[in-house]
């Protein structure tokens, strides 16, 4: 079993920055390829992005590209989303998850473990 728990959601203006965390426990982290995705109210949850073991590739949503970035630090066990130029649009619940096959995803079926989320707000 891996455990995730997202941190660092909130409200933020539009334009602001966020950075959200995501703390990871009970395997070996740099197993896991590490995805960030989001639920937007009434909506499906969608892919945002994602970060192989190494952190040496990373792949993203059309709609976040240039914006956000995503990273790991495979010796604290962590996966952040550092997210820019927010825009209402972006307002979500954040989901940290984590995948053992070896490869990029950006379906939820690429996954084995899911975080609980953090909100993010982006309004004036």
């Known amino acids: 079993q891996v455990q995730l728990v997202e941190s660092g959601g909130g409200l933020v203006q539009p334009g602001g920055s966020l950075r959200l965390s995501c703390a990871a426990s009970g395997r070996t982290f740099s197993n896991y390829v590490m995805g960030w995705f989001r639920q937007a109210p009434g909506k499906n949850r969608e892919f945002a992005a994602t970060i192989n073991r190494s952190g040496g590739a990373k792949y993203y949503a059309d709609s976040v590209k240039g914006r956000f970035t995503i990273a790991r630090d495979n010796t604290k066990d962590m996966v952040y989303l550092h997210m820019n130029r927010l825009k209402p649009e972006d307002t979500a619940v954040y989901y940290c998850?984590?995948?053992?096959?070896?490869?990029?995803?950006?379906?939820?079926?690429?996954?084995?473990?899911w975080g609980q989320g953090t909100q993010v707000t982006v309004s004036s």
């Open positions: 998850a984590a995948g053992a096959a070896n490869f990029l995803s950006s379906r939820e079926d690429g996954y084995d473990y």
